[in-house]
């Protein structure tokens, strides 16, 4: 069956229909990631948009469900040049097709992607239809693409009470060890590899902004555990119970729609607990604290991007999804200093406060799917919360 992808500009891709059978409105936004696109579809951070992946060929290893980064994929539509209808991979449960009729997500394939993404990064993420109507209106449908806005979509992905995530228990003397972070209160387990035990003992208070489900293993894989909050949950909750440390999730849309978080958010910052904050979490301690943000022309998607270590000039690959950023010629020099750019463009990919014991970055030290340059930010975190501990 004929699909269309329409964009506001007026512009007309035709290809062939994929996945649910559902006309479909939102932001278009393209994804540079050769692997992991199971990883990117269930990463809570595209609730409000559709993904082009750049790659010419996407689905060879079929959907793993074990690789899931949540319950379900939150994009709303799928872009793909080649789509792989017979995966190859012992561990795939379903093709990506099936996966996304499962889920109700609509898509289009066989489409010159490239000539998409071009279109993005000269022109800016743009909206667009997915449709399989051949009699569509374009003068009809341009003014509905103009109107379509993400609107708050944290309120759509955060989780709805708060949970547990056990750390790992079991340490050998030398070594990494087998084991697996347990959820409580929640149906799904994935088995995990724990390289290091740091962190055995302490816990940790994980505001789930739009998590993806890494960010909780990477802490539970050291010995942490963590408690989940759903994003609105006062300040004075998730600090009543004493956690070590406080981590702040990624998460979808305009930091800025976030007006009630952000003022939970600087309380937790005055508390003096110490803080790492990812992606959407970082964008929202920036504003807590007087910064200021913007949208980015097309964004920051893939698992191959730079970031410069400012401290010590090394460079870093990062896994990164984001269309925001902080403004670095905002910041006052009295609450924070930039310690990660982009090698690219010379945007923020991190802050040091220097007030509080507080660290924000980015993009995606949990790195699924990959690089795992900056796993180690984790182990800085724990170190962080030793160091409070001992004050």
């Given amino acids: 069956m004929k699909a269309f992808l329409i964009l506001e500009d007026g512009t007309v891709f035709e290809g062939i229909h994929i996945g649910a059978r559902r006309e479909m409105i939102s932001e278009i936004v393209f994804n540079t990631s050769m692997a992991g696109y199971p990883e990117v579809l269930t990463d809570p951070s595209y609730a409000g948009q559709a993904v082009c992946m750049t790659y010419p060929l996407i689905g060879n ?16 539509g799928f872009i793909v040049r080649e789509l792989s209808r017979i995966p190859s991979n012992f561990r795939s449960d379903k093709s990506i097709g099936q996966f996304l009729e499962e889920y109700d997500v609509p898509g289009i394939a066989g ?7 071009r279109l993005l990064r000269e022109k800016g993420t743009m909206n667009g239809m997915i449709t399989t109507d051949a009699s569509y209106n374009i003068e009809e449908v341009l003014p509905r693409l103009r109107a379509y806005t993400t609107g708050k979509v944290v309120e759509r992905v955060t989780c709805r009470e708060k949970y547990q995530v056990r750390g790992a228990r079991d340490m050998a003397e030398n070594g990494p060890v087998s084991g697996s972070a347990v959820y409580t209160g929640q149906k799904e387990k994935r088995p995990t590899l724990v390289r290091r035990l740091n962190g055995a003992g302490k816990r940790v208070a994980l505001l789930d902004l739009g998590m993806k489900r ?6 539970a894989q050291r010995g942490i555990d963590v408690t989940v909050y759903p994003a609105f949950t006062p300040a004075e909750e998730i600090l009543g119970e004493q ?3 406080i981590m702040l999730s990624n998460g979808p849309g305009d930091p800025k ?4 978080i952000i003022r939970e958010v600087r309380k937790l910052y005055e508390s003096g607990v110490p803080v790492f904050a990812i992606c959407l979490g970082h964008q929202l301690m920036a504003l807590a604290t007087g910064a200021d943000t913007y949208k980015l022309k097309y964004g920051h998607r893939g698992g191959n991007h730079p970031v410069k270590d400012l401290q010590t000039g090394r460079v870093y690959i990062s896994s990164q999804n984001h269309g925001y950023v902080v403004d670095m010629d905002r910041l006052d020099a009295r609450t924070a200093r930039p310690a990660f750019v982009n090698a690219n463009d010379g945007t923020c990919e991190g802050l040091a406060y220097v007030q509080k014991p507080v660290f924000t970055v980015q993009y995606h030290p949990e790195a699924c799917p990959g690089p795992q340059d900056s796993g180690y ?7 962080m ?7």
């Fill in 61 to 76: 290893y079929g959907v793993c469900t074990e690789d899931m980064e949540s319950v379900r994929p939150w994009p709303d």
């Fill in 111 to 117: 489409i010159d992607t490239r000539a998409l993404t």
């Fill in 214 to 219: 890494n960010i909780a293993d990477s802490l």
């Fill in 243 to 245: 956690p070590d440390g």
């Fill in 257 to 260: 729609e976030c007006g009630d």
């Fill in 377 to 383: 930010l984790f182990d800085r975190f724990i170190e």
């Fill in 385 to 391: 919360m030793e160091v409070g501990k001992n004050a």
